[in-house]
């Protein structure tokens, strides 16, 4: 058997957020090293809280977990509430965390932990604004070609996007930290809304959810339940997108999803199109192609995988 690949999830918990993080943690192919907490989905005091939350619910109170960024680099702060309620995880009524917040600051955990191991061994995994990641690569420029691989949720390009107009959450809250990743020369592949919101939690999905009949099953399609409504009602479908499970998915099944090599730009000097990622999908710049952008996903095996990991917790 080959060894577990080793993954720093950096998240802003979120119910979505919440699910991809039980779905490493229920992956014996995946090493989770740490979590690193990012103010997004709400304040940072918030995000750190649940992540423990969630790894309490997972029964693996080992995993450390780091606070980061309390802010974006240069914009202030916008959270969604609207989406995922007050306390960011909103729906079930889980236990408040028993296990420690980590000391260390995560963007010295990023560091410190990628200057410990040899080229292409930690894959980045953020799921929330990409603030810590560039603050990492910003303190330590060394870190960039050790990183194997940064497999990121965020941008959108054919479906727009989903905070403004043109701009996706993620990339919206912090675009001055995008431009920083985008230009790092790491390998990226990128998990826009253009796939995204092709892995919708149908009524169907989340019930084989909660047929598990287990503690994080039953948590699970109450998380759901929860984060859906805000999508349902704005889309017109049948359940919302499931974002940021797609990451850690890709990293367990990369043959569920499609997608092609293309130029990545962000905006930041436009507030009309602030955070848009502009994408060269059709390759009509000579702009060098820096990430591999999804666009389709095997959304029925995306979910059977979930369902069996989850069932494993
Ligand atoms: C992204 O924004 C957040 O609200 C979700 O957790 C996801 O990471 C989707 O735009
Ligand atoms: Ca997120």
């Not at 919440?18 to 918030?46: C, F, H, M, Q, R």
């Not at 962000?266 to 060098?288: C, K």
């Amino acid at each position: 058997m080959t060894a577990a690949r080793k993954i720093i999830i950096d998240t802003d918990p979120g119910q979505d957020d919440a699910l991809a993080i039980l779905l490493a943690l229920g992956s014996p192919e995946l090493d989770v090293l740490g979590i690193t907490t990012v103010a997004g989905n709400v304040p940072l005091a918030l995000t750190e809280k649940n992540a423990r939350k969630i790894c309490e619910l997972a029964g693996k109170s080992d995993i450390r977990v780091f606070a980061g960024a309390i802010r974006p680099l240069v914009r202030t702060l916008v959270t969604a509430e609207h989406v995922h309620g007050r306390t960011g995880l909103d729906g079930p009524d889980l236990a408040e965390p028993e296990m420690p917040l980590q000391k260390e600051h995560a963007v010295d955990f990023i560091v410190d932990t990628l200057m410990a191991h040899g080229e292409n061994e930690v894959t980045l995994c953020p799921l929330g604004p990409l603030t810590n990641i560039a603050l990492a690569l910003n303190r330590e420029p060394r870190i960039a070609p050790r990183i194997r691989q940064i497999v990121l949720m965020g941008g959108g390009f054919f479906e727009g996007g989903n905070v403004t107009p043109t701009a996706e959450f993620n990339i919206y809250v912090d675009p001055h930290a995008a431009d920083v990743v985008l230009r790092a020369g790491v390998p990226l592949v990128m998990m826009p809304l253009d796939v995204t919101h092709k892995a919708l939690t149908t009524r169907a999905r989340i019930a084989s959810i909660r047929d598990l009949g287990t503690k994080v099953g039953n948590a699970c399609a109450e998380l759901l339940e929860f984060f859906e409504r805000f999508d349902e009602e704005k889309y017109g479908t049948d359940g919302g997108p499931l974002h940021d499970p797609c990451v850690i998915a890709y990293l367990l099944k990369p043959e569920l999803f499609k997608g092609r090599a293309c130029n990545v730009t962000v905006e930041t000097g436009s507030e009309l199109t602030m955070g848009m990622t502009v994408i060269d999908w059709w390759h009509v710049t000579e702009r060098p192609k820096n990430a591999l952008v999804m666009r389709d996903i095997d959304d029925d095996g995306f979910f059977e995988l979930l369902t069996e990991r989850l069932a494993r917790l």
